[in-house]
Each structure stands twice: as structure tokens, then as C-alpha cells.
């Protein structure tokens, strides 16, 4: 069973994992209309991971016998002054989300709430891997510069990324 302030936060958890696939989706509608199709595809499927995360939450509190408690997503920008800025706007907030989760990590630990803490161990492993992939693009974005073709390689190097679900349609995460 949760306690009240363990449920709070991860209800709080799952609208800032909402918020980051409605960042993540609103980046690729712009990649899009821009004409960077690759770097549309890859911002997509950050989409879909972020929509995983949040459902991760959702399964884990229902099957812990909380109640999911939906609150309203903010507006994400919709205008970005380039892919560089995108991407560093994106390690911005998953440095962001990394500390959310960290906060969580305290609260299951001060209430001694062992089954949430193991839950939450694969959020920090994965927010690991979210930063290291926004430092890996940032820093090949920031190579090619100005430069045209590397950019356009670039972005049909990223539109080969493929979401790969890894929630079933059971409440098992």
C-alpha cells in the first residue's frame, strides 16, 4: 500500500512523464515543418518511450492499490531555433526529470517503502541512458555547425531509430 505523500509524488511523476512526451511530440511536429524528417522520427519516438514511462507509473500504482489522479499537461514551446537547441532544451528537462526521480528515490526511502524504491531503481537506470544519448547528438550537432550536408547526414542517421514497446498490455512493467 502507498502512503499518501508516496502517491502524490508519483502521480505528480506521471504528469511530468506526460509533459515529456507532449514536449517530445511537439519537437517532432517542429522537426517536421522544418523538413528534418529524421530528426521528426527521433523526437517521435522519445514520444512513444515518455507515454511508456508514464504508463509504467499508472500500472504501478493501480496494481499497488493507489488512485491515479490525472492533472493537466502544460503547453509545451511549439518554436525552436534549431536541432542544437532542441536537443539541448531536451538534456535541460531530462536533467530535470533525473532529479524528479532522484526526489522520488528520497521519499520511498524516508518512508521505507522498499516495493516503490525497487520500482523506481529502473527509472534512474533509464535516465542514465536519456542523457547520454542527448550528450552523444549534442556534441555531433555541435561539430557540424553551419554545415549543411552534415546535418541532413545527421538526420537520416537519427530517423533510423524504432520505438520498441516494452510494456505489454498487462499491468506488468
Same mark, same amino acid.
Given at each position: ?7 502524490? !509524488?508519483? =502521480? ?8 515529456? /512526451?507532449?514536449?517530445? $511530440? ?10 528534418? =524528417?529524421?530528426? /521528426? =522520427?527521433?523526437?517521435?519516438? &522519445?514520444?512513444? @518511450? @515518455? ?7 499508472? %500500472? ?6 493507489? &488512485?491515479?489522479?490525472?492533472? /493537466?499537461? !502544460? ?14 532544451? *531536451?538534456? *535541460?528537462? #531530462?536533467?530535470?526529470? *533525473?532529479?524528479?526521480?532522484?526526489d522520488l528515490v528520497d521519499v520511498a526511502l524516508g518512508e521505507k517503502d522498499h516495493a516503490t524504491n525497487i520500482f523506481l531503481?529502473?527509472?534512474?537506470? !533509464?535516465?542514465? #541512458?536519456? @542523457?547520454?544519448?542527448? %550528450? ?16 541532413? $547526414? ?5 530517423? *533510423?531509430?524504432?520505438?520498441?514497446? &516494452?510494456?505489454?498490455?498487462?499491468? &506488468? /512493467?
Amino acid at each position: 500500500m502507498l502512503g499518501k505523500k508516496m502517491l502524490d !509524488e508519483l =502521480n505528480k511523476q506521471m504528469n511530468k512523464e506526460m509533459y515529456s /512526451a507532449y514536449l517530445y $511530440m511537439s519537437m517532432s511536429a517542429y522537426s517536421e515543418y522544418i523538413g528534418l =524528417n529524421g530528426f /521528426a =522520427n527521433w523526437f517521435m519516438v &522519445q514520444y512513444k @518511450e @515518455e507515454m511508456e514511462h508514464a504508463m509504467r507509473i499508472y %500500472n504501478y500504482v493501480n496494481d499497488q492499490g493507489g &488512485q491515479v489522479k490525472l492533472m /493537466a499537461i !502544460e503547453e509545451p514551446p511549439a518554436v525552436f531555433e534549431s536541432p542544437l537547441d532542441m536537443f539541448e532544451k *531536451t538534456l *535541460t528537462h #531530462e536533467q530535470f526529470i *533525473t532529479k524528479s526521480i532522484n526526489d522520488l528515490v528520497d521519499v520511498a526511502l524516508g518512508e521505507k517503502d522498499h516495493a516503490t524504491n525497487i520500482f523506481l531503481q529502473w527509472f534512474v537506470t !533509464e535516465q542514465i #541512458e536519456e @542523457e547520454s544519448n542527448d %550528450n552523444d547528438i549534442i556534441s555531433q550537432l555541435k561539430l557540424i555547425g553551419d554545415n549543411g550536408n552534415g546535418l541532413l $547526414m545527421l538526420d537520416k542517421e537519427v530517423g *533510423t531509430r524504432v520505438f520498441v514497446p &516494452q510494456i505489454t498490455g498487462d499491468s &506488468q /512493467a
